[in-house]
């Protein structure tokens, strides 16, 4: 097994209107979805979205109900889960108790008719690459859940899959643990540069690895794209408010550069440019300024009441309502000044945003 890889049936693995229903309950609806060769992908959303659906469906585990699945060119729905060039790792991690780490790793290559001496040295090179070489003889139970997590994965990658599938790995690790293995996952998936398909509900670990996002919800693309472009440019309330914070202003268009709000008129050239209606206005806490600013970029300073402060290191949030209306409650991230005083509740402040931060999106509930 090596690092660099030469596969001729390498190819984008690709959702044709794939819907899966259990009688009348539609879990997912029909849903088109690529997976460039060597791609990061990562489906985002909260519990009973489809996300575990779609994962199952790819590895071969269920059938869709509608739609195809197709690699490489390749029509693949029907192809059994042990024929498709894909391996899957678990969140329980499904490591036989009673077998060695080595045995483990090297079940499937038992399975697909490997010679001892081949399948003994793929398995040290799979060892190897995880960070695990010395630790073929130890049983399971002997392992760190991070050492643990490792294994499944040389497991997985040991058989040289053209996409791994990763459903929810590392919900079972702690905090710090997580964080280390966001890194290493990444890392791993740049060197045996191949495909993977990555399950959950943790925007973090989105942002910290993957190279696109699918945000889901209730069994349906919300949006997909970058992270970056998911975080600065959502295209819907639920995306805006899932995919990192946000503050939601309800507004109403009243012409192509001019939106109306409980917080005052936002005018700006296009800046409600294909909007009609009932809009919502998305503003990062980060870009909610404590203080007036000269009023070159367009946008809003509205009198405001601190009612809350949650110290967090290098910044501090601070709740505020505004004068205007009382019952809509903001969020500021602020730098915390190391040697000055936090910002305290009751204070009357003035709240700031500017046209360029603030994201018109159309009211969809």
């Known amino acids: 097994m090596t690092a660099e890889r030469s596969a001729p049936d390498r190819g984008a693995l690709e959702l044709k209107e794939v819907a899966k229903s259990f009688g009348r309950i539609e879990v997912l609806r029909p849903t088109n979805l690529t997976v460039a060769d060597g791609e990061f992908l990562t489906i985002l959303g909260p519990s009973g979205c489809g996300k ?14 509608a739609g195809r699945i197709c690699y490489g ?21 499904a490591l036989f108790p009673h077998m060695t780490v080595a045995a483990n790793i090297g079940y ?32 399971p139970g002997n392992l760190s859940g991070g050492q643990r997590q490792r294994v499944a994965l040389a497991r997985a990658i040991v058989c040289e899959p053209k996409v791994i599938l990763l459903d929810e790995p590392l919900a079972a690790l702690d905090a710090e643990l997580r964080r280390q293995m966001q890194g290493f996952l990444k890392d791993l998936q ?52 899932f995919f990192g914070k946000s503050n939601l202003i309800p507004g109403r268009v009243t012409g192509p550069d001019q939106i109306d709000t409980a917080l005052g008129t936002l005018s700006a ?25 000269d009023g070159s970029k367009g946008g809003w300073t509205v009198p405001a009441t601190i009612t809350k402060v949650i110290f967090s290191g290098s910044l501090t949030q601070v709740h505020l309502c505004t004068d ?42």
């Open 52 to 65: 575990t659906t779609i994962l199952r469906m790819i590895g071969g585990f269920a059938e869709p109900t």
């Open 73 to 93: 060119g390749r029509d693949i729905t029907t192809v059994p889960t042990h024929r498709r060039p894909f391996n899957t790792v678990f969140q329980d991690y």
């Open 108 to 139: 499937g290559l038992k399975v697909r008719g490997f010679g001892k001496a081949d399948a003994a040295r793929r398995v040290d090179a799979a060892l190897e690459m995880v960070g695990l070489s010395g630790f073929g003889a130890r049983m």
């Open 190 to 241: 740049r060197t045996i540069r191949i495909s993977f398909v990555f399950v959950t509900h943790d925007q973090e670990e989105a942002t910290t690895m993957s190279d696109r996002i699918v945000v889901m919800r209730a069994g349906r693309v919300e949006q997909i794209g970058a992270p970056k472009d998911l975080y600065f440019r959502p295209e819907t309330r639920f995306v805006a408010g």
């Open 269 to 293: 050239p296009g800046v409600a440019a294909g909007r009609s209606g009932s809009v919502v206005l998305a503003i990062r806490p980060e870009n909610l300024r404590l203080g007036a600013d």
């Open 324 to 365: 205007a209306d009382p019952d809509l409650v903001l969020m500021a991230d602020v730098p915390t000044v190391r040697s000055g005083p936090l910002p305290t509740a009751g204070a009357k402040v003035l709240l700031t945003a500017v046209v360029e931060d603030i994201v018109v999106i159309a009211n969809d509930g």
